[in-house]
């Protein structure tokens, strides 16, 4: 692993890491530049055919030595937890375990089967065979977000890396140290150089990836997916964008209520809803939408927020800071919105809290109607509103409206009712009386539909996504040797009595 000190056209301006919790300065990063990059992209393209010669078995023992590493860092935990300001419990029991589990996943025999050579016989021409050879890309740029600097940025890299490609990442600005220390894990390991590369930086080394890398994988906003997307469609390379999301939640009158209310408000607060697929909005049925309401704003009464557990031995805390600060104003315009046009605070004070660290109360809303900006445009932050609906086919019409598809839930005692509702709902996964589960479990694939993005994580799916194809037309072994007198009667000169035998062929299987 390499991490780039700037040279002499680097930004002179380095990227200033602050604490969310406290406002205390963590770190000052040089930047790199994009002859940096150039210099980074060389150095991939020489080390990825080694790493490629590895072979799968090769290279998930590499990924999985990283992951013990991951694992037993204590500096890396520390560190996710001070440049985001989340709990504890959330960069360990969500972030690193997994990048664990992910690395588990497709460093074992899923991922060895999901890369190995496919043979496929034909039916009429049956003394070939094809070979359908998955090939990596060369150098993937992965480009990824502040919310969750270990999960969507290293743990981001691991499908690329076992397909056989080098990465070059490029962290958020806002968070850029715990992919700094996965870098050196990475070279402590003495796992091979050039192979995994860390640009810190601004937009422009996004830009300059998107420039000279053969594919890229970036999760962000909808506005700079489509300026990446747009990209790397006039490159002609391929792009993963995994963009934002409006998920909802609907709860049917048969549903388990209190089990729903706990759900919703872990998905709406965790990472003080800084979650991409994370429940957006709640679609109540009307005949048990107060007591929804009543259990869901005891949950929030009982949510503890803070700036503790960012060592062992710490205070607990359920909800801690904003890691990028333009989410409070985002969640303080959609709140007034809401508020303004009839909704009210069931629950939370509604708005930021006092002191240096970036605190925002978690806010319940009822009486959210659909036309509010809340109901409409994503918030991703600590707000959760819920919109009373007459029945099921009303909750899915007003969820399928949405420009987005990211992800969803239903919550039903009926479970066939509830997968035919899940059919209906134009996402790119829904979980059954369950939330967030669709993003650990990674054997199936998840990704988004409409403008939620485009190609998926997880899965054989997302790891193939990461090669090439190649065909290899070959004779079979043993009636292969009939290919010379077939391609006799094929080729030049063409014979009226060929022409024949083809028009019976035709005839008869046809």
Not at 209 to 234: W, Y
Request: aromatic share 6%; proline share 7%.
């Amino acid at each position: 692993m390499t991490v780039l000190a700037p040279g002499p056209s680097a930004a002179p301006r380095p990227l200033s890491v602050v604490a969310p919790a406290t406002g205390a300065p963590l770190a000052e990063v040089p930047t790199a530049s994009a002859a940096d990059v150039t210099v980074a992209l060389e150095r991939a393209r020489r080390a990825q055919p080694a790493w490629q010669e590895l072979g799968p078995r090769g290279r998930g023992q590499a990924l999985r030595r990283l992951a013990r590493a991951i694992r037993d860092d204590g500096q890396l935990i520390d560190t996710l937890v001070a440049e985001t300001g989340k709990p504890r419990h959330e960069a360990v029991g969500m972030e690193i375990f997994y990048t664990l589990e992910l690395t588990r996943y497709y460093a074992g025999r899923a991922g060895r089967r999901a890369l190995r050579d496919e043979l496929r016989r034909p039916f009429l021409f049956a003394i070939k065979r094809a070979r359908v050879l998955r090939l990596p890309h060369g150098v993937v740029g992965v480009i990824g977000p502040w919310n969750w600097p270990l999960l969507n940025n290293y743990a981001d890299c691991v499908a690329p890396l076992m397909a056989g490609n080098a990465v070059v990442l490029k962290p958020s600005e806002l968070t850029p140290l715990t992919s700094l220390r996965v870098a050196e894990l990475w070279k402590n390991l003495g796992l091979p150089e050039g192979v995994f590369q860390v640009l810190p930086g601004r937009g422009e080394i996004g830009q300059a990836l998107c420039d000279g890398c053969d594919m890229i994988f970036f999760t962000g906003s909808a506005k700079t997916g489509r300026q990446v997307g747009a990209r790397c469609g006039e490159r002609m390379i391929p792009v993963v964008l995994e963009l934002g999301g409006k998920s909802p939640m609907i709860v049917l009158a048969d549903a388990d209520l209190p089990r729903a209310a706990r759900a919703a408000v872990w998905s709406g607060f965790a990472n003080s809803g800084q979650v991409c697929i994370r429940t957006e909005r709640v679609f109540v049925e009307t005949r048990v939408a107060e007591r929804f309401t009543a259990l869901c704003a005891a949950e929030v009464k009982a949510l503890r927020q803070g700036a503790g557990g960012d060592r062992p031995g710490d205070q607990d805390i359920d909800v801690g800071a904003i890691t990028f600060a333009p989410q409070i104003d985002n969640a303080e315009k959609q709140i007034g919105d809401a508020l303004a046009h009839g909704a009210r605070v069931a629950a939370g004070g509604g708005g930021r809290l006092p002191g240096d660290g970036r605190f925002f109360s978690p806010t319940l809303l009822a009486d959210v109607t659909p036309d509010m900006l809340v109901a409409r445009e994503e918030t991703f932050g600590p707000v959760l509103p819920i919109l009373r609906v007459r029945d099921a086919e009303e909750a899915l019409r007003l969820v399928n409206e949405s420009p987005t598809g990211l992800s969803g839930s239903i919550w039903t005692a009926d479970v066939a009712r509830g997968r035919a509702l899940a059919r209906r709902m134009v996402a790119g996964s829904v979980c059954l009386n369950d939330v967030l589960m669709n993003y650990f479990v990674v054997e199936a694939p998840l990704g988004g539909v409409k403008a939620s993005g485009l190609g998926v994580r997880h899965g054989p799916e997302a790891l193939r996504q990461f090669c090439r194809l190649e065909t290899i037309v070959e004779d079979q072994p043993f009636t292969g040797r009939l290919s010379p007198f077939i391609q006799k009667q094929l080729m030049f000169p063409y014979r009226s009595r060929t022409l024949r035998v083809l028009r019976w062929v035709m005839r008869r299987v046809y």
